[in-house]
Structures are given as structure tokens and as C-alpha cells.
């Protein structure tokens, strides 16, 4: 029963990750690509604490809390770098 | 046993051919900027396929490190080069698909003479309690293998210095808006303590200076995003990138003159010296690392 | 053995938010609707998730770090929306 | 379940050794470079595993671990040369 349930649950946080594949590659512009590698940084995230749910291993978080902060840290680097422009000295 | 699969196996399928999608569609695609796209996406789930396969340690230094620091950089390459992407000749076509499809029978050959065995890990277990920490990666990694770790120190430090002496002045990409500047102000005390909580962690768990010294240097990286400069003087930064090596080689030639040999920690001492290493490790990989993005000291 | 059910039950609601936020994704039309599609049902469905997993442990440190991962999603989540819409507006 | 990794790693390490030979633009052979490490480390996790204890091998782990650090800081030194090729082609 419980194998079950917890293998529907990962099978949903999947389906999350692929269709957000799907976006990346039919993106008609850059920005919806990044868009969807967000989604993937989130979707990894809750990936990522339903393996913390199942198995109770407490490094789980740590890790899920470095992955929130780097995605969002290229995602603010891919807005600021690739479609601005740019300028001389800090 | 190595050719067995269950129900169990499904999401390491479905994890393991999104990977090689998106390995195929970095490698494809006609547009380097999406290229770097894709990059990023292989990253995360080598990262997730990592954890499958029980090495988290792995899979930190692989999130934070091979997939976003390593993101960085490449978008300030796609940004900064303007080289139009050719068609290769034909003779290289054929010639590249010769050597890869050798590779291919031969590793293909050695896969049938795979086989399951005790490897050097029982010994790495049996000898934990002598090495003064508690994770066995950690353990590998600063004391019973101590070499390559400093090696390895001196290897980032050296291409960071190579990268300096090119001389090469850097545009530097930034937002002057109040809401980036804001936040980035409020999270930069809040990752400084979580990356030296990751490399506490490395003394009985997951984690290590490596990767709390990368995650510091994403949260520069963003404080520097938005215009701003680092509050430190050049000589302070030199300083802290010297450290890791500094420090590692000075705690080693200082045991080998007390006699008990080059890296080699007394049984009661241990954990202390590798948790000065850790430090000082920690400090100059994420100034290193913010050095490598910006180009400059 | 209540709140092992409930936790089950909020991962659930929260898986199935991160997905209507993707199938946004995949299915509205235009750029700016794509990226509220997306930022909105992270807020919520992560905020879901995390709740199951602070059911599911009595550890304070754990309730602490799960806190922070739901906050940095969701300020990373509105603070790059702005950023990508911005910058797409001004520049491309 | 070993098989399909070792199998994965073989095919990554083929189809970017293919590209890194082809490719003629700088950004996508260092792609394909980072990409190759990736199939090499993931042969190494996969054989890791492959043992008769508990837990995997700590040894392969620490090796990867050191692998990748090269690896970034390889890739630092790259950007920057390849940034130093176009400004002198202009």
C-alpha cells in the first residue's frame, strides 16, 4: 500500500520535470527555456524533500536548500547577463 | 545481479533518459545560448541521478558546483563570444565517428568483464576511527588521501592565477535595482552562515569546504549582480585566496618537522587540524570562485 | 498515525499544484501568462510540500531548515519573475 | 539496475566525444568537454556501487569529488582564454 502511494507521489514529481522538458524544448524564445529550467530547479527541490519524507535521511534538506538557492542564483544571472546589456566597470 | 531491474528502477529510467535528452539537446542545438540552457538542465539531474545512487556528497558538489557555478561561467562566455557556429567538414565528420564508435566496442567489451567485488571501502571503514572525523568521503578526502587535496587546492589556485595574468578586462554585468539590491544586502549574512553550517557538516556528514566555499561564492556572485562592490580591500581578498593552500601546506610541513611525517595528523590532534583546513579552505575556494566569475581581484 | 495520513495528503495537493503550474506552462500562449502560470503554483504547491515534511519530523533544526527552503523558493520565485519580465520588456 | 548506468556513461562519454571533435564553435566544445566529464564521473559513481558491502565506496566518491573541482576550474581557465581568442579576432 504505502509503496504505492509514495510511487504515485515520485510519479507526479516526475511528470513535473518532464513536461518542463517538454517547455525547454518547444520554447519558441530563450526566456521561456529558462522559465522551465526554473520550474526544473523547483521541481528537483520537491523531488528532492519527498526523498526526505520517505527515507528520513536528514541530509535531504541540506541538500534541497543548496539546490533553491543556486537555481535562483543562475536564474537572476540569466536575466541580468544573457538579455541585458552590458557596461564597463562594477 | 547486473542485469536485474524492478519496480523500484522506474524513476532511475526516467531519470537517467531525461539526462541523456537533455545531454543530446546541449550538444545539438544550433544556438549556443540554449545550448547553455540545456547545459544547466543536464546539471540539475546529474545532481538528482547523484543521490539515486547513494553518493550525496556527489550530488551537493554537483548541484552547486559542476551545475550552477559552471553556469556562470558559461553564460558570460555565450554573452561575450560572438563566434558563429560552422558546419564541421566531412572528413572530421567521418574521422570523429570512427573514434567514438571504437570507444564505443571497447568499452563495450570491458562491460562483460565487470564484476562485483570488495574494493578498498572495507578498509576505509575499518580505519574511520583513526582518521578524526566521521563521514567517510571526508575522510578519504583530507586524511587518509591528503595529497590530492592539496594538489587539488593548488590546482584551483593556479588556474585562477593563470586566468589573472591574461590580463583580459572583463565586462562586468550588473542591475542597478533597488529590489535585487535589497535582497541580495538581507541573504548575504544568511549564506555566509548556512555555508559555514555545510562545512561543519563535512566533519560527520554530508558536506565539506568545497561546497560551502561554492555556495559563499553564489552569494557574491549575486551581491555582485546587483552593482555593487565587495566592502573588502584587494590585499584582504589576495589574502583569502591564498589561505586554502597557505594553510594546508604550512599544517603539513609543520607535522612532518614534529616527526610524524608530511600530512600525516597525530590520532588526537586530527580533528582540529582538519577543521582549520576545512576553514581555511572554505575561505579561499569562495574567493577563488568569485574570482574566476569576475575576472578580476 | 493522523498525521502521517495528513502529511501523505498535503504532499499530494502539493504535487498536484507543481503540476497544474506546469501544464500552465505547457499550455497558455504568451510569455508574461506562461511566467505567472509558473511563479503562482510554486508558491503554493512547494508551500504544501514543505508542510507534509514539517508534519513528518519533531526535530526543531529540521522545522527550521524546511522554513528557509520554503521562504528562498518563494522569494527566489517572485524576485527572478521580476527579473525575467523586466529585462524581456526593456530589452528583447 | 547497474547495467542501465554503466550503459548511460558509455553513451554520454561517445556522443560528447563525437561532438567535441566536430563541434568548430569554442562554446559548444567546452560544453561537450563538461558534458564527457560528467559520463566519466558517472562510470566511477556507478562502480562504486557495484560492491559487496553496505554502502557504496567512499574512495570513487572522494575522487569524483576532486574531479569536478578540476573540472570548474578547468572550465574557468577556458572561458577566459576563449574570451581572449575573440577579442584578439576583432
Redesign the interface.
Known amino acids: 500500500m504505502m509503496d504505492f502511494v509514495y ?1 504515485l507521489l ?1 510519479f507526479l514529481l ?1 511528470l513535473n ?2 513536461l518542463g ?1 517538454v517547455r ?2 518547444r520554447g519558441p524564445e ?1 526566456v521561456d ?2 522559465m522551465a ?1 526554473l520550474l ?2 523547483t521541481g ?1 527541490t520537491a ?2 524533500l519527498a ?1 526526505f519524507k520517505i527515507t528520513k535521511e ?3 534538506i ?2 534541497a ?3 533553491a ?3 535562483g ?2 536564474g ?7 538579455l ?1 546589456k ?5 | 545481479m ?6 523500484k ?8 533518459l ?11 542545438s544550433k ?12 546539471g ?8 539515486r ?36 567538414f566531412t572528413f ?2 567521418l ?3 570512427f ?2 564508435f571504437l ?2 566496442i571497447f ?2 567489451f570491458h ?1 562483460t568483464t ?1 564484476e ?7 578498509l ?2 575499518e580505519n574511520l576511527h583513526k582518521s578524526g572525523v566521521d563521514s ?2 571526508n ?3 583530507l586524511n587518509f ?1 591528503g595529497y ?2 592539496l594538489l ?1 587546492v593548488g ?2 589556485t593556479l ?2 592565477f ?2 589573472l595574468s ?1 590580463g ?8 542597478d ?1 533597488p ?2 539590491k535589497g ?1 541580495s544586502r538581507l541573504s548575504l549574512p ?2 555566509v552562515f ?1 555555508s559555514l553550517y ?1 562545512t561543519y ?1 563535512g566533519t560527520f ?4 569546504a ?2 560551502g566555499g561554492a ?1 559563499l561564492a ?2 557574491l ?2 551581491f ?2 546587483a ?3 565587495l566592502p573588502l580591500k584587494a590585499s584582504i581578498i589576495y589574502i583569502f585566496t591564498m589561505a586554502g593552500l597557505g594553510v594546508f601546506s604550512l599544517i603539513g610541513l609543520l607535522y612532518a618537522l614534529l616527526g610524524y611525517g608530511f600530512l600525516t595528523y597525530p590520532l588526537e590532534l586530527s580533528t582540529i587540524s582538519i577543521m582549520i583546513i576545512e576553514l581555511s579552505i572554505w575561505i579561499s575556494t569562495a574567493f577563488l ?1 568569485y574570482t ?1 566569475y ?2 578580476k581581484l | 498515525m493522523a498525521f502521517e495520513i495528513l502529511s501523505i495528503a498535503f504532499m499530494f495537493i502539493g504535487a498536484i499544484f507543481l503540476l497544474a503550474g506546469s501544464i500552465g506552462l505547457i499550455r497558455l500562449k504568451d510569455t508574461y501568462s506562461r511566467l505567472h502560470a509558473l511563479t503562482k503554483a510554486d508558491v503554493l504547491g512547494f508551500g504544501f510540500i514543505v508542510l507534509s515534511c514539517i508534519l513528518s519530523t519533531d526535530l526543531l533544526s529540521h522545522w527550521i531548515k524546511l522554513l ?1 527552503v520554503w521562504l528562498l523558493v518563494i ?1 527566489y520565485s517572485a ?1 527572478v519573475g ?2 525575467l519580465a ?2 524581456k520588456k526593456r530589452y528583447a | ?8 556513461a ?10 567535441f ?8 566544445r ?3 568537454l ?2 564527457l566529464g ?1 559520463g566519466v ?2 562510470f566511477f ?9 553496505e ?5 570513487p ?6 574531479g ?10 577556458a ?6 581568442l ?2 584578439e579576432e576583432e
Open positions: 510511487g515520485l516526475m520535470l518532464l522538458l525547454v524544448f530563450l527555456s529558462m529550467s526544473l530547479g528537483g523531488l528532492l526523498f536528514a541530509y535531504y541540506n541538500l536548500l543548496g539546490f538557492l543556486l537555481a542564483v543562475v537572476v544571472a540569466f536575466a541580468i547577463i544573457i541585458g552590458s557596461k564597463d566597470g562594477i | 547486473l542485469w536485474q531491474t524492478g519496480k528502477d522506474m524513476l532511475d529510467l526516467a531519470l537517467g531525461m539526462l541523456f535528452i537533455s545531454a543530446l539537446l546541449s550538444l545539438h544556438d549556443t545560448m540554449k545550448s547553455g540552457v540545456f547545459f544547466i538542465i543536464f540539475f539531474l546529474s545532481g538528482l541521478i547523484w543521490v545512487l547513494e553518493a550525496p556528497d556527489v550530488a551537493l558538489v554537483e548541484i552547486i558546483l559542476g551545475s550552477a557555478i559552471t553556469g556562470l561561467l558559461i553564460f558570460k562566455l555565450v554573452k561575450g563570444s560572438k563566434q558563429k557556429d560552422l558546419k564541421a572530421t565528420r574521422w570523429a565517428g573514434i567514438s570507444i564505443l568499452m563495450l562491460l565487470i562485483r567485488q570488495d574494493r578498498i571501502a572495507s576505509v571503514f567517510a568521503v575522510a578519504v578526502l588521501r590530492d587535496t587539488e590546482v584551483i588556474a585562477i593563470g586566468l591574461l583580459l578586462k572583463r565586462e562586468a554585468y550588473y542591475w535595482n529590489l535585487l535582497f544568511f549564506i548556512f555545510i557538516l556528514s554530508v558536506g565539506g568545497f561546497q555556495l553564489g552569494g556572485v549575486l555582485a549582480l552593482g555593487q562592490a570562485l574566476a569576475s575576472g | 528557509l522569494s524576485l521580476y527579473a523586466n529585462r | 539496475m547497474i547495467w542501465f548506468y554503466y550503459i548511460l558509455i553513451l554520454l562519454v561517445i556522443i560528447s566525444l563525437y561532438h571533435i566536430v563541434a568548430r564553435n569554442y562554446v559548444k567546452l560544453i561537450a563538461n558534458i560528467s564521473f558517472l559513481i556507478t562502480t562504486a556501487k557495484n560492491t559487496n558491502t554502502s557504496p565506496d567512499p574512495v566518491h572522494a575522487l569524483v569529488l576532486t569536478i573541482v578540476v573540472a570548474v576550474s578547468a572550465t574557468a581557465i572561458v577566459s582564454l576563449i574570451l581572449h575573440n577579442k
